[in-house]
């Protein structure tokens, strides 16, 4: 079992449907991030979070430390959302999720 | 403020050939990464530095894959010889500090025949 798990694995929207990605994870963390990676691109941080909820434009991040479970949501999605969402854990070093690629279509 | 740079972008190679790959990370940063990410899955760590030193390259294959950031800024890393399993994407970041927010390069794609 992985140390950190993302559901879905792949996800496909319309646009503006209201999107959300889970991440579980099973070690202890001082940090949570949310990450964009495009098709041949480099990674984007998008959150940070150690507790509670961040919110930046149409993204939302939320983290539970207690039930060491975390979600991202994108309001109102856009084909530009495209993308595969990573979630990752800093313990002594940084823990990968497998990914979530979302397509959303128009 | 420029981000880390990586090159090349693109890199096929047979194998049992050598390939280097070359980061230079944001200017202050004290800790940098190299990761391999295989398509499908998420980065895997393979080394880290803080300066020039190693922090943890307990996942480095050691017996083809090398590492050095020698003044503390640069970095290289080596695959001697590569095996068609290397095929990945080496993507090196930094950070101010270790435990600090990371930045990520756009990555080296490698393809080994």
């Known amino acids: 079992k992985n140390e950190v798990e993302q559901s879905p694995q792949n996800l496909t929207a319309q646009e503006g449907e209201f999107i959300t990605i889970n991440c579980s994870y099973s070690v202890g963390i001082s940090a949570l991030h949310w990450l964009q990676q495009h098709p041949g691109g480099g990674i984007v941080s998008l959150f940070m979070l150690s507790s509670g909820k961040k919110k930046h434009g149409r993204l939302i991040a939320t983290i539970n430390i207690q039930e060491k479970h975390s979600s991202l949501h994108i309001t109102a999605s856009h084909p530009r959302d495209s993308a595969v969402y990573i979630c990752?854990?800093?313990?002594?070093?940084?823990?990968f999720g497998e990914g979530t690629q979302l397509t959303v279509n128009p | 403020e420029a981000g880390v740079a990586q090159s090349p972008r693109y890199k096929i190679i047979e194998k049992r050939q050598s390939v280097a790959f070359w980061c230079n990370p944001i200017?202050?940063?004290?800790?940098l990464y190299w990761y391999q990410q295989i398509l499908g899955q998420g980065p895997k760590l393979l080394i880290q530095?803080?300066?020039?030193?190693?922090?943890?390259d307990s996942q480095l294959p050691k017996d083809r894959f090398s590492a050095e950031r020698l003044k503390g800024v640069d970095s290289t890393l080596k695959i001697q010889p590569a095996k068609l399993e290397d095929s990945a994407v080496y993507l090196c970041a930094s950070s101010l500090r270790r435990g600090n927010e990371q930045f990520f390069g756009p990555g080296t794609r490698l393809t080994v025949l």
């Open positions: 200017s202050g940063h004290a800790t």
């Open positions: 530095f803080q300066n020039n030193g190693v922090v943890d």
């Open positions: 990752a854990v800093s313990g002594s070093r940084l823990t």
